[in-house]
């Protein structure tokens, strides 16, 4: 085990995302861990490789990084992208032409909404336009209850999208989509895919605090901590071993306050209200081609369904290794997680 100390000192620079990467050490078995960092998704974003020599790991770096800026400019949800124009054509009532790659992430998303009884749901993009989400610089709103009253009654959904091959449309024009809660777990598995085609022989690819990890540096797993949400510094750690991910979502990186209360990004398609009641969710998933798109979706609908109501949707979705910090900072785990999370007061 790491100490806290040591933890922190290792990992200050990445103090600010939702994940804080602690490599198990700097050096293993002779080898270095190249740390090639970059900043998409709007967010921090880390590519350590093992195994590899230094040029040949910055250069694999820079093909991951390359692959997020793709990915970025694809599904931005604000700034003029493909899933943007998709928006706009789905507001007059068009088609939209899009590609096999979205019609894939759609329908992907489309499938986990269904899963989770449309708590998690991407097609409420105009309530997260309207709290002010969709923007870089978060600052404090109190949309009218009308405006919200009026998107909910609308119920968008992902399963009003049609497909025609590759041509989107909608049944729904209040459909406006939002992939900020799903998108960094696939552009995960993207960088993994990129990775073990180059035969890389360990990684630990970070965006933001979404982490998945290729095989191990050396003879110990990588080593991640997951921040405290009300404090600096790690809540607790584990070993993250081959094609495993794990993905928190949290209150404490988009939000703001008004009126002494606070307003995270994560959005009650029920009621249109920003939820209060949970500081954060974490989720590790593995094996399969996805491990990073099911720890990143998931958590979602957990946070919404509460410290209440988390443990039947997580049972629902088939997911066992689940950690939940409400907002007093108490700490709630499945059986699986508890048994290899290490917390901070242990």
């Known amino acids: 085990m790491i100490p806290i100390p040591f933890l922190r000192k290792m990992c200050g620079r990445l103090a600010g995302i939702a994940l804080l990467l602690c490599a198990a050490q700097a050096h293993a078995g002779g080898a270095a861990i190249y740390r090639i960092p970059g900043h998409v998704f709007g967010t921090e974003v880390e590519v350590a490789i093992y195994g590899e020599s230094e040029a040949r790991a910055e250069q694999l770096g820079a093909r991951v990084l390359n692959e997020f800026d793709r990915l970025h400019h694809k599904l931005h949800a604000w700034q003029p992208s493909a899933l943007t124009e998709l928006n706009d054509a789905i507001a007059r009532g068009d088609t939209y032409q899009g590609d096999a ?15 989770s009884d449309n708590l998690f749901n991407p097609a409420i993009g105009h309530l997260i336009r309207l709290w002010g989400f969709q923007s870089s610089d978060i600052t404090a709103h109190a949309p009218a209850q009308a405006e919200i009253r009026r998107w909910v009654d609308a119920k968008p959904r992902m399963s009003d999208l049609r497909y025609e091959g ?11 989509l939002d992939l900020g809660g799903y998108a960094k777990g696939y552009a ?25 990890a290729i095989g191990q540096p ?6 991640v901590g997951v921040r405290d949400p009300r404090g600096a510094g ?16 949290g209150d404490y990186m988009r939000y703001f306050m008004n009126d002494g ?22 989720i590790i998933a593995s094996g399969g081609a996805d491990p990073g798109t099911r720890s990143d979706g998931p958590s979602k609908p957990l946070f919404i369904a509460g410290p ?16 939940l910090v409400d907002a007093d900072r108490n700490v709630a785990m499945t059986p699986a997680m508890r048994a290899r999370m290490v917390l901070k007061a242990d």
Not at 170 to 176: E, W, Y
Not at 234 to 249: K, M, R, V
Not at 261 to 280: F, Y
Not at 308 to 323: C, D, N
Request: no cysteine.
């Open 101 to 115: 790659e979205l019609v894939e992430l759609l329908q992907g998303a489309g499938r986990l909404a269904a899963r």
């Open 166 to 176: 590759t041509r989107i449309s909608s049944r729904n024009k209040a459909v406006m």
């Open 188 to 212: 995960l598995d993207r960088a993994a895919a990129i990775l073990r085609a180059e035969h890389v022989p360990a990684a630990l690819i970070n965006i933001g605090g979404n982490v998945l």
């Open 218 to 223: 050396g003879e110990r797993p990588w080593k």
């Open 234 to 249: 790690a809540l607790a750690q584990l070993e993250l071993h081959d094609n495993e991910a794990i993905g928190t979502s």
């Open 261 to 282: 209360k606070r307003h995270p990004h994560i959005i009650d398609p029920r009621t249109g209200q920003t939820i209060d009641l949970v500081a954060s969710v974490t």
């Open 308 to 323: 209440k109501g988390w443990q039947s949707v997580a049972q629902h979705l088939g997911l066992t290794q689940v950690m």
